[in-house]
């Protein structure tokens, strides 16, 4: 690696603004309790906050007034968000209005250690009651009518009914999952007549507004096994109102990934923890209580730039500071904007153009949309290939089905390239590429077995991948994302054909593939045609129901524009292209223009028409 503090030496001061401030002066209005005693009753106020300005809520004539300070103020860091203010609970309210204001209260970010809402709880459950043990995310949220209370009854019963939307986990993975939501609250008179209540399940139950108004939606980067490359850790993170957004997020960073890439990556932030993120110099500066290991220098480096870029809206340099003093003794450690790019030129791929079909021979586009052949055999008509898949560079290379499905072959896109069997088998996936240059490879031997196989670069060792979940299943396609963690699989059972999303961990014979999870639920005969990562978190597929789907794990799926001619994709990052066949037979590549899809590769005579063995099967490399 590099060496960072050399790199620091030479880097210029990079202009920008300052960093986002947080809320650490507030001034409170009063709470406020409002409207008629119902099941909608909202027992809480609401402060819109906006970095280290102060707003209140006023009351005037009977009701209330928001005052927002919603200018700038240049820093980047502390966009405007609205904070609950919980009320304690009175001792006339009614059932209803008690299991309102323990809503109200779990919503509330200024009490973080959930104070206010365990005075709603009888004695004996406030202590039982673990409010950390994940979120149950929910819309439409109404009472159960019961029989109304006789003045004798000593116990009552609320239930909230709704649509549940999404768990978050304790470690703040953000999981949608619908199905009708009955919580029930139980609830016990005191000698007082008050009535509080004494059962309710554990975790927090938010309304998909209480989420979005108290906590952030976070991308979080951590490294491969190899140290070699970024991996995004999709987490939503409480807002803290005493920190600034950025402060949250790198906390959070320090904390580690969550359950489902915990022994998938690694972390350079070791031996150290974080005390503040401010503005200084128009730099977001990051204290912290100890320096890392000096090969881990650039690895951090990327991680901290990757994290915090969507929050500072890209540009804004970064510097790195140890118990507020320079980092190294002679001068300061300073990160780019765009950092994780020369650490990792897959996250913000660019100038990689993509491959496609045309008679049997594999092409390279170029800028003006023209393919040439590639060297060696690849590159000759006749050969035969069907979805070839591209590995990366140095060294590039293609693979593609042969033999009706039950070989893989791969030949060197060089001069001389000639093709060699890497895979046999009785039924084949396509076969896909990962970042360390290995191929991978999967055989049905029956519907209702899958074999995965990981090839090394040159094939001299194949290793079986532990995959208990795929292994009785029909696994259609398999595609790793470039960041080399994150997997994507068609699968079909008995259900039909879904998209599963998990995560690779280990090397070697040490490969296996975890924490599954359905992103494109099976929809009756629907059929998957094709899958392609956009980048580390967020895939397309394709169906043969006219559907173009982009799907991630933080998301229900949502359809994307469709071209009825189209056959395949491939994507990458913000360019996606399709292979298309008109009712006539001609093909050609199309390319999604964030409005329409257009024809892509010109022919001879400098024309984009679709024609009889025209273009076909596009591919970017890794995808």
């Known amino acids: 690696m590099r060496t960072r503090a050399e790199r620091a030496r030479r880097r210029p001061e990079s202009a920008g603004g300052a960093a986002r401030a947080g809320a650490h002066e507030v001034r409170y209005g009063p709470a406020l309790r409002t409207g008629a005693r119902n099941a909608g009753t909202v027992i809480l106020a609401i402060v819109l906050l906006h970095g280290v300005s102060a707003c209140s809520v006023i009351p005037t004539g009977g009701k209330s007034v928001v005052a927002v ?48 809402a365990r005075k709603y709880l009888t004695g004996d459950f406030a202590a039982k009651w673990n409010p950390h043990s994940g979120v149950t995310v929910y819309r439409q949220g109404e009472y159960e009518k019961f029989a109304p209370l006789r003045e004798e009854d000593r116990q009552a019963q609320v239930t909230l009914k709704g649509t549940k939307t999404a768990i978050i986990d304790q470690d703040g993975r953000y999981r949608p999952s619908g199905g009708p939501l009955n919580q029930p609250f139980t609830l016990a008179k005191g000698p007082g007549g008050e009535w509080r209540i004494s059962a309710a399940p554990d975790g927090l139950l938010l309304s998909e507004a209480d989420v979005a108004r108290g906590y952030l939606p976070v991308d979080l980067y951590f490294l491969d096994s190899q140290w070699k490359g970024l991996v995004v850790d999709q987490v939503r993170v409480p807002i803290d109102p005493g920190a600034n957004f950025a402060k949250t997020t790198v906390e959070r960073l320090l904390r580690g990934p969550s359950s489902s890439l915990k022994d998938a990556v690694r972390t350079a932030f070791t031996g150290t923890e974080l005390i503040d993120v401010t503005i200084e110099n128009n730099r977001v500066v990051v204290d912290l209580t100890g320096r890392v290991d000096p090969d881990l220098i650039d690895p951090m480096s990327a991680q901290l730039a990757a994290t915090l870029a969507a929050l500072t809206k890209g ?8 118990n507020g003093e320079p980092y190294y003794p002679d001068s300061p450690l300073r990160i780019d904007a765009q950092e994780q790019s020369s650490f990792d030129p897959w996250t913000t791929p660019d100038a990689v153009y993509p491959f496609y079909l045309t008679d049997g021979a594999l092409r390279l586009l170029d800028k003006e949309n023209v393919g040439r052949p590639v060297p060696g055999r690849a590159g000759q008509k006749g050969g035969g290939l069907t979805r070839p898949a591209i590995s990366g560079q140095p060294v590039q290379q293609v693979a593609a089905l042969s033999g009706n499905g039950r070989s893989v072959s791969v030949a060197p896109l060089a001069a001389g390239g000639e093709w060699r069997v890497w895979a046999t088998g009785v039924s084949l996936a396509p076969p896909a590429w990962d970042r360390y240059h290995t191929l991978w490879t999967v055989d049905r031997p029956n519907d209702h077995t899958s074999v995965i196989t990981r090839h090394d670069g040159d094939n001299k060792h194949q290793y079986r991948v532990a995959a208990p979940d795929l292994e009785t299943l029909h696994v259609k396609s398999l595609k790793v994302a470039r960041d080399g963690v994150h997997v994507a699989v068609v699968v079909k059972d008995g259900l039909g054909e879904q998209v599963q999303v998990g995560t690779v961990i280990g090397e070697r014979e040490g490969t296996r593939i975890t924490n599954l999870q359905t992103v494109v639920n099976a929809d009756g005969n629907r059929t998957i045609r094709d899958i392609a990562w956009k980048d580390g978190k967020t895939l397309y597929a394709l169906t043969e129901k006219s559907e173009l789907l982009e799907a991630s794990v933080t998301a229900e799926p949502k359809s994307l524009p469709f071209d009825s001619r189209i056959e395949s994709i491939t994507a990458l990052d913000g360019t996606l292209l399709a292979g298309a066949k008109d009712e006539q037979g001609g093909r050609q590549v199309l390319f999604w223009n964030s409005a329409k899809w257009e024809a892509l590769i010109k022919n001879e005579i400098g024309t984009t028409d679709f024609t009889e063995n025209g273009p076909s099967s596009p591919a970017f490399p890794l995808g």
């Open 69 to 116: 300070d919603n200018e700038r103020k240049g820093s980047p860091l502390g966009d405007p968000y609205a904070r609950v203010i919980a009320m304690s609970p009175k001792a006339d309210w009614s059932p209803e209005e008690v299991v309102t204001g323990f809503r109200a209260a779990m919503a509330s970010l200024d009490d973080s250690g959930f104070q206010v």
């Open 315 to 322: 540009g804004w340099g970064f510097e790195v500071k140890v």
